[in-house]
């Protein structure tokens, strides 16, 4: 639902405030005026983004493959890195929601919304959860929330904006990055010739950010999965290596799924 983020939201043209005064759409004092999709998402894009994000194929793969759960201690650690929120957590790159989901319901007073360029993504992360709002926006633009209003920001296997978040994180506030870890995946790689990830990723990211956040932990969460054929070809076709796809992925295979997740406080 868009209405309890709406406090939070900007004009992404003048920075006003936004209101809803009509079923389908928010609009601002200035008259400047965004359409809310029938899916349930609304388009905070000013102009056309040069970016259209993951694929309707691979955010049903990504669906499918996390409805399976085998990346649900990725989501239970998220839950456990904060200490209860309130107010506005913002996934960066929500994708179907389902992080964001999972942390709204380990954190009762928290308000969510996603953000995505990916259309197929929104359709899902508009009803991933009651009390998550879902905005089409890209994170090289500015991202249209209030200053210093988000108490948590997610982010997942996903692009990072370092000033913008740091613009939109109250002081204080966390950031949480999950980042593939060097041997993530690291039998599908050797096996169908995966993208392989740069092992060097987490420090990088701590670079990118800037000197407004301080690390406060870094942990790395890994699981040995023991995948189908099915759910193989699916978590291949939810990655970047979609076209890698086997078509005779028989047997199970013996997957390592591995990540690190950094604790970001704004400073
Ligand atoms: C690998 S997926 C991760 C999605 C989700 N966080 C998860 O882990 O299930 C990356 C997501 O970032 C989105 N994305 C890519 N570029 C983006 C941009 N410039 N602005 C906003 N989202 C973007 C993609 O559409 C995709 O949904
Ligand atoms: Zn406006």
Partial sequence: MIDG??????????????????ERALRCPAGHSFDIARQGYVNLTAGRSPHSGDSAEM?????????????????????????P??????????????????????????????????????????????????????LWRPIPVADASASVILNVFAPRNGPEFHRVL?????????????????????????????????????????????????SRQRRALRLSAAETRTLIGMTPSARHVPRDAAGTHDVTAAVDLTVYRRV
């Fill in 5 to 22: 983020a709406l406090p939070y939201l900007r004009c992404p043209v003048c920075g006003g405030t936004l209101a809803r005064p009509v």
């Fill in 59 to 83: 955010i049903a793969d990504r669906e499918a493959f996390l409805a399976e759960g085998h990346y649900d201690f990725i989501a239970q650690a998220l839950a456990a890195a904060a200490d």
């Fill in 85 to 138: 929120a309130d107010g506005l957590v913002l996934d960066a790159g929500t994708g179907t929601g389902s992080y964001l989901a999972g942390f709204l319901d380990a954190h009762p007073a928290a308000q969510g919304l996603g953000i995505d360029v990916s259309k197929p993504a929104l359709r899902r992360a508009a009803r991933a959860h009651d009390r998550a709002a879902a905005a089409l926006a890209d």
């Fill in 170 to 218: 109250r002081p204080g506030g966390l950031l949480l990055v999950v980042t593939p870890a060097a041997d993530h995946l690291a039998e599908l790689i050797a096996e169908f010739g995966m993208i392989k990830v740069d092992p060097d990723k987490a420090g990088r990211v701590a670079g990118a950010l800037g000197a407004g956040f301080a690390v406060e932990s870094t």
